[in-house]
């Protein structure tokens, strides 16, 4: 009999699943028995009203937040059960754009792009920075802004930029938090595109916080809305604007969603 190895088992496993997650602050139940799987090469947004705890989600995910109840796993593996040597390696093939860049302001751009490389890998800051050099262009940013410090970039490169130390480890699954919030039209849909087009070529997994209705039109493969302190749907967003949910129904239908649609011609 052919036995199946780790290593076999980790590429067949889904990106992330989770079940019967249960979070709360004191008497207030954010998440009660959740359940989500995320299917490896999906990209997958993630709505829901204030309150809804996206962000909370995505940190059990991340494992800033120990949930109270339930089970989390990325690529088959548990953070919670994991080694720490497991743990590191499960960390190294994801990458996070946190909502606003989160870059450090006292690095340069090549240098917050490196620093991952610098934390999880052995190569020479030589080596990390040719990288970063190639995850610059992979962003669409010329290499003369290798050396500016975040201070000198426009919203759409911060969000570049960023992007960039997310995939510097060439990680299988990205965790984008408002990815478009704070960007002009034109620049949100540019950013849109990227994200797709990287999506296609790198295969990768993508979970996607967003409010941005032409962001999940446009990469998203489908939604999971988050409503009633669980996983309310999770489908296309074609399915989704059918919905007869009450949160579901205005958010697809509202006045504000209409004029977030775009309306192909």
């Not at 090469?41 to 995505?58: D, M």
């Not at 390696?89 to 340069?108: D, E, H, N, P």
């Amino acid at each position: 009999m052919t036995q199946v190895t780790d290593h076999e088992t980790d590429k067949m496993a889904d990106a992330i699943v989770i079940e019967g997650l249960t979070n709360r602050f004191g008497a207030h139940v954010v998440h009660d028995d959740l359940s989500l799987t995320v299917k490896r090469g999906e990209v997958l947004g993630i709505v829901g009203g204030s309150g809804a705890g996206k962000t909370v989600l995505l940190n059990s995910i991340l494992g800033l937040q120990r949930p109270v109840a339930g089970k989390i796993r990325i690529f088959g593996k548990s953070l919670n059960d994991a080694s720490e040597a497991e743990a590191q390696t499960i960390r190294a093939k994801t990458g996070v754009l946190f909502q606003g860049g989160a870059l450090f302001s006292t690095l340069s751009v090549a240098e917050n792009i490196m620093a991952p490389i610098l934390e999880f890998t052995h190569l020479s800051p030589k080596e990390a920075h040719e990288i970063a050099l190639l995850k610059l262009a992979l962003v669409g940013l010329p290499l003369r802004a290798a050396e500016l410090a975040p201070s000198e970039l426009s919203g759409g490169m911060v969000k570049r930029t960023a992007l960039a130390r997310a995939l510097a480890l060439d990680a299988e699954l990205l965790f984008l938090d408002e990815p478009t919030a704070g960007l002009d039209p034109i620049g949100a849909a540019a950013f849109d595109q990227l994200i797709k087009d990287l999506a296609d070529s790198l295969d990768l997994t993508v979970f996607m916080i967003t409010h941005d209705l032409d962001s999940l039109y446009t990469v998203c493969d489908e939604i999971a809305v988050l409503a009633d302190k669980h996983v309310a749907a999770k489908d296309t967003v074609e399915n989704l604007e059918k919905s007869d949910h009450p949160w579901i129904h205005e958010y697809f239908h509202g006045p504000r969603s209409r004029l977030g649609h775009r309306v192909e011609g």
